[in-house]
């Protein structure tokens, strides 16, 4: 079983609804990213948060640490929105590593 | 003014050959990453180099050799390729100094390998 999981693992939705992308993690942290892989292909880190919530535009990421989760939002969406959205840990013990949740891949009809 | 850059950006070659992948940053970091990304879009490291220095190898088979001429580089050689070495490759940097994974990760655009 994988340290990270997210879901849902695909995400159909219509112009203008509110996403939520949800990831679990089983490791201790130090913190924990999200990651936008566009269409063509490039990996774009969009957070990084340890506490709390953290807000870029339409997009809301928030975290759980004694829960062990984290959520992904987005307001208003849009077509544009259309990705595969990874969250992934840092092992901090033994190899230091990331480590990536399978994606979601959102798409969104206008 | 590309912060990291890999080349090239596709790559088609015949089962057997010998290629390399070339990844350079000019973000000033210190750590490097090679990634793969299989046909279900998994990400998994490869190789992570901390100031021309191997950090992690993890289980790669040794026909992938990584090369730090210096820290703003990182290349991958692939000797005999196979079909399974069929994925998208990935480099990465990120500046971890104070402690791993509090940075965030700059990732290249990929490089697409196809084995025939």
């Known amino acids: 079983k994988n340290e990270v999981e997210q879901s849902p693992q695909n995400l159909t939705a219509q112009e203008g609804e509110f996403i939520t992308i949800n990831c679990s993690y089983s490791?201790?942290?130090?913190?924990l990213h999200w990651l936008q892989q566009h269409p063509g292909g490039g990996i774009v880190s969009l957070f990084m948060?340890?506490?709390g919530k953290k807000k870029h535009g339409r997009l809301i990421a928030t975290i759980n640490i004694q829960e062990k989760h984290s959520s992904l939002h987005i307001t208003a969406s849009h077509p544009r929105d259309s990705a595969v959205y990874i969250c992934?840990?840092?092992?901090?013990?033994?190899?230091?590593?990331?480590?990536f949740g399978q994606g979601t891949r959102l798409t969104i009809n206008p | 003014d590309t912060a990291v850059s890999q080349t090239p950006k596709y790559l088609v070659t015949q089962m057997g050959n010998d290629k390399s992948i070339k990844c350079e940053q000019n973000?000033?970091?210190?750590?490097m990453y090679w990634y793969k990304q299989d046909s279900k879009k998994f990400l998994k490291i490869m190789f992570s180099?901390?100031?021309?220095?191997?950090?992690i190898n993890e289980t790669v088979p040794n026909r992938f050799s990584p090369k730090s001429p210096d820290k703003a580089h990182l290349n991958l050689h692939i000797n005999s390729l196979e079909l399974g070495d069929s994925a998208v490759y990935f480099c990465?940097?990120?500046?971890?100094?104070?402690?791993?994974?509090?940075?965030?990760?700059?990732f290249g655009d990929g490089t697409r390998l196809s084995i025939l």
């Open positions: 490791v201790g942290i130090s913190a």
């Open positions: 990465a940097s990120s500046q971890e100094t104070g402690g791993f994974g509090n940075q965030p990760q700059h």
């Open positions: 973000l000033g970091h210190d750590t």
């Open positions: 992934a840990v840092p092992l901090i013990q033994g190899a230091q590593k990331l480590v």
């Open positions: 948060l340890s506490s």
């Open positions: 180099y901390n100031n021309k220095e191997l950090i």
